[in-house]
């Protein structure tokens, strides 16, 4: 069969490189893709956009794709899974309606009171006043959350109440747009972070492996939050009686809820947990779709076939399909990025040495790379992720490293501390 994947990352360039291990699938096209799925064997890049859902349907109705699997959130938030199912099209992705978890964080949070979720407390505002009030009454520490898609810049975690009317204060003044127009106040929550990925076809929901990603620039966990510098799984700090109790306090009373409302929700839900001091998972947000870096961390260790697991919450069966079976060891996931990044970064600077990094037994997926008259260069801020698959972390973590020492390019950047948790 053929598959579609929509996006252009390093998660999208996992999809398309694990989909394509599945003995059923002949060809993957990605729209619009990078230079690794450009090269990638049975993949080819289409020039459309994310955006385009007429063309992206036009192409998937005249060449028999059988499965569409939407990477980002944007084009989620944006119903592209409404139009294609409409054109009769398998895709694997939540509806508009599903995609709030993620695109409002005032829906989200109300979902999560409905049906009882742990989760910071919170009251929502559309004025910049009452949000400032709130605050000074709660006092800081204390999180202000954009309402809408930010692309990861919506949150501040306050440490004092000035700080935290700043950041209320700028959202109202239009930093993040329309997005911003709706402002959450959450209380602070300490503890460590885990992400969970877990495929739904709507009623039945099963976790992939957990994971932990470092969302900082700087070693350390310093510096401004990015999409994210590196991640590895299975996270250590969910144990399978965490895990269970996740799927149970978190995981299937969200699908229930969401099934309440009648949103029939296909495809993956993340959620991100704040594992607190005293044990209790409590989640911080729901995102609509596979998470960047983790994805590049978790599909390297999946063995069921991608493209089975993925039809069978397309077509409602999820319930009927084998536990899920995993490879042995562990994965660590290493991000280069380009100089300057989150901020100014520049584009076009050629690559070198992936042949060597791919030929020590790392994975090499590409993220904002494109190929330019046959050369690879960067065209992203985040560039490469370099995954490698070890008996235990000490082991991944080396060989990653090992892997992203052949790479070369100007101002190249990475953490060096990629899974110190896991190994401490
Ligand atoms: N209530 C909270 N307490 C402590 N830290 C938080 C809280 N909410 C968010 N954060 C921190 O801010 C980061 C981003 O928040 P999140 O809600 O995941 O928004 P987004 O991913 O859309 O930017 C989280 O990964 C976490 O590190
Ligand atoms: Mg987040």
Same mark, same amino acid.
């Given at each position: 069969?053929?598959?579609?994947?929509?996006?252009?990352g390093?998660?999208?360039?996992?999809?398309?490189?694990?989909?394509?291990?599945?003995?059923?699938?002949?060809?993957?096209?990605?729209?619009?893709?990078?230079?690794?799925?450009?090269?990638?064997?049975?993949?080819?890049?289409?020039?459309?956009?994310?955006?385009?859902?007429?063309?992206?349907?036009?192409?998937?109705?005249?060449?028999?794709?059988?499965?569409?699997?939407?990477?980002?959130?944007?084009?989620?938030?944006?119903?592209?899974?409404?139009?294609?199912?409409?054109?009769?099209?398998?895709?694997?992705?939540?509806?508009?309606?599903?995609?709030?978890?993620?695109?409002?964080?005032?829906?989200?949070?109300?979902l999560?009171?409905?049906?009882?979720?742990?989760?910071?407390?919170?009251?929502?505002?559309?004025?910049?006043?009452?949000?400032?009030?709130?605050?000074?009454?709660?006092?800081?520490?204390?999180?202000?959350?954009?309402?809408?898609?930010?692309?990861?810049?919506g949150?501040?975690?306050?440490?004092?109440?000035?700080?935290?009317?700043?950041?209320?204060?700028?959202?109202?003044?239009?930093?993040?747009?329309?997005?911003?127009?709706?402002?959450?106040?959450?209380?602070?929550?300490?503890?460590?972070?885990?992400?969970?990925?877990?495929?739904?076809?709507?009623?039945?929901?099963?976790?992939?492996?957990?994971?932990?990603?470092?969302?900082?620039?700087?070693?350390?966990?310093?510096?401004?939050?990015?999409?994210?510098?590196?991640?590895?799984?299975?996270?250590?700090i969910v144990?399978?009686?965490?895990?269970?109790?996740?799927?149970?306090?978190?995981?299937?009373p969200? #699908? @229930? +809820?969401?099934?309440?409302? *009648?949103?029939?929700?296909? &495809?993956?839900?993340?959620? !991100?947990?704040m594992?607190?001091? $005293?044990?209790?998972?409590?989640?911080?947000?729901?995102?609509?779709?596979?998470?960047?870096?983790?994805?590049?961390?978790?599909?390297?260790?999946?063995?069921?076939?991608?493209?089975?697991?993925?039809?069978?919450?397309?077509q409602?069966?999820?319930?009927?399909?084998?536990?899920?079976?995993?490879?042995?060891?562990?994965?660590?996931?290493?991000? #280069? @990025? +380009?100089?300057?990044?989150? *901020?100014?970064?520049?584009? &076009?600077?050629?690559?070198? !040495?992936?042949?060597?990094?791919? $030929?020590?037994g790392?994975?090499?997926?590409?993220?904002?790379?494109k190929?330019?008259?046959?050369?690879?260069?960067?065209?992203?801020?985040?560039?490469?992720?370099?995954?490698?698959?070890?008996?235990?972390?000490?082991?991944?973590?080396?060989?990653?490293?090992?892997?992203?020492?052949?790479?070369?390019?100007?101002g190249?950047?990475?953490?060096?501390?990629?899974?110190?948790?896991?190994? *401490?």
């Open positions: 069969m053929k598959v579609l994947v929509v996006g252009s390093g998660r999208e360039h996992a999809l398309a490189w694990k989909l394509l291990q599945s003995p059923r699938v002949q060809e993957v096209f990605c729209i619009p893709g990078n230079g690794g799925t450009a090269r990638l064997e049975r993949c080819r890049n289409l020039a459309l956009n994310v955006s385009d859902f007429e063309g992206i349907g036009r192409f998937a109705l005249v060449n028999n794709v059988a499965l569409i699997v939407i990477g980002p959130e944007v084009p989620l938030a944006a119903g592209i899974t409404d139009y294609l199912q409409q054109q009769g099209l398998m895709v694997f992705g939540p509806s508009q309606a599903g995609a709030q978890v993620e695109a409002s964080k005032a829906w989200s949070k109300a999560m009171k409905q049906a009882n979720i742990p989760t910071a407390a919170a009251a929502v505002f559309t004025d910049a006043a009452a949000a400032i009030a709130y605050v000074k009454a709660q006092g800081a520490p204390i999180v202000v959350k954009a309402d809408g898609l930010a692309a990861g810049k949150v501040t975690v306050a440490e004092t109440e000035s700080d935290a009317i700043a950041a209320i204060e700028a959202s109202f003044a239009g930093q993040f747009g329309e997005a911003g127009y709706t402002v959450v106040v959450e209380e602070y929550l300490s503890g460590q972070e885990a992400s969970i990925l877990a495929v739904t076809d709507g009623k039945t929901i099963r976790p992939l492996l957990p994971a932990q990603d470092h969302k900082r620039i700087g070693d350390g966990d310093t510096g401004p939050n990015t999409g994210g510098m590196g991640a590895y799984a299975p996270a250590p144990t399978p009686a965490l895990m269970a109790r996740i799927q149970q306090e978190i995981l299937e969200t #699908i @229930a +809820a969401l099934r309440q409302q *009648e949103i029939d929700y296909r &495809g993956v839900l993340y959620a !991100g947990l594992i607190t001091p $005293a044990g209790d998972p409590k989640v911080i947000e729901f995102n609509c779709r596979f998470g960047d870096p983790e994805t590049q961390a978790v599909l390297p260790l999946l063995d069921t076939p991608l493209d089975a697991l993925m039809l069978a919450c397309v409602q069966r999820l319930d009927e399909f084998p536990p899920l079976s995993w490879k042995p060891g562990v994965a660590a996931c290493v991000v #280069i @990025a +380009a100089k300057g990044y989150p *901020e100014k970064y520049q584009k &076009g600077l050629p690559l070198r !040495g992936i042949a060597q990094a791919e $030929a020590t790392a994975i090499v997926f590409h993220a904002g790379t190929l330019k008259q046959n050369q690879l260069v960067t065209d992203g801020g985040r560039v490469l992720n370099v995954t490698a698959v070890g008996e235990d972390f000490k082991a991944a973590i080396a060989q990653a490293y090992a892997a992203v020492e052949t790479i070369e390019f100007e190249m950047y990475y953490r060096r501390d990629i899974g110190h948790r896991a190994i *401490e």
